[in-house]
């Protein structure tokens, strides 16, 4: 008999117990083509679905627009699959208008979002007519009890991409983090997921309060069961304003992509996301 691509990947892990092997669990069309360098680029419309099967809820959000939204951060510095994102305060004269963000000393104009009627919304458990509200933004939330497919239909464009798991912490990652000493600080999960993708943001209490933050950190990748932080990326996060109670809250989201295959400006993507709380003072 045959052995299926399921048990053969479980003997590779047996026979190799120092890795983790990424386990099937479907795949979407633009993330699974990406490789092994990171992905930072900008979708200009982003249709993002969150699951939480734990809780039986699942939630769509998003928008359409004519371009990628702006930002006031710059990349710096990049190693492995994370840069560093620096923000240098800047003047504009005469000042922007409300539409407009001033970066580099120039206003930047926000992207106008786009006008794409009804979108069908289709997963596991249900199905819903989603209509864009007064600021041509989609919400709308449901429940979920099963894994599979989600499908997104909005004037004339398909797009399918499957649930996905959250990452399960294989140890304490605030601890890897503050404990790292000299070297750079490792995440490790127990649940890798073949051709998914990783993505971790990270700020002080003055990004988490909605304040422009000195410092930030992105890193994206492949779902390899690891993130690797650069040490000196997270020195120069912890030398940052920390001053705020109630901040430390980061964003760690594992997620498959699907994107039109002439047009990839134009995403959906699934979202798993799971907690990570760090703060250098505590």
């Not at 009804?118 to 458990?125: A, F, I, N, V």
């Not at 209509?131 to 894994?147: E, H, I, K, V």
């Not at 992105?218 to 390899?224: I, Q």
């Amino acid at each position: 008999m045959v052995p299926t691509r399921a048990a053969l990947v479980l003997l590779a892990a047996v026979a190799c117990d120092d890795d983790v092997e990424p386990l099937p669990g479907g795949s979407a069309n633009y993330s699974a083509s990406l490789g092994d360098d990171p992905d930072f680029s900008q979708p200009h419309g982003r249709i993002l679905v969150q699951t939480w099967l734990d809780y039986g809820d699942i939630q769509l959000s998003g928008a359409f627009a004519d371009g990628p939204p702006p930002s006031p951060h710059t990349e710096s510095e990049r190693s492995g699959s994370c840069r560093l994102m620096t923000y240098t305060p800047t003047t504009c004269t005469p000042a922007c208008a409300d539409t407009e963000l001033c970066v580099d000393a120039e206003c930047v104009g926000w992207p106008e979002r786009q006008d794409r009627g009804d979108l069908e919304w289709t997963w596991p458990d249900g199905q819903q007519t989603v209509s864009p509200d007064g600021t041509l933004g989609y919400w709308a939330t449901g429940s979920a009890t099963q894994a599979g497919e989600v499908e997104i239909e909005v004037d004339g464009l398909v797009l399918t991409s499957p649930t996905i798991d959250v990452a399960e912490a294989d140890g304490d990652w605030a601890r890897a983090i503050s404990d790292r000493g000299s070297d750079d600080a490792v995440l490790r999960w127990t649940n890798p997921i073949l051709d998914a993708r990783v993505r971790l943001h990270m700020t002080d209490c003055v990004g988490s309060h909605g304040g422009l933050a000195e410092a930030e950190i992105e890193c994206e990748g492949p779902d390899t069961g690891e993130l690797a932080i650069p040490d000196a990326y997270l020195d120069i996060l912890d030398a940052g304003d920390w001053s705020h109670g109630e901040c430390g809250s980061h964003l760690f989201a594992r997620y498959h992509a699907a994107a039109p295959v002439d047009d990839t400006t134009i995403r959906l993507e699934t979202w798993g996301e799971a907690g990570l709380f760090y703060r250098p003072d505590w």
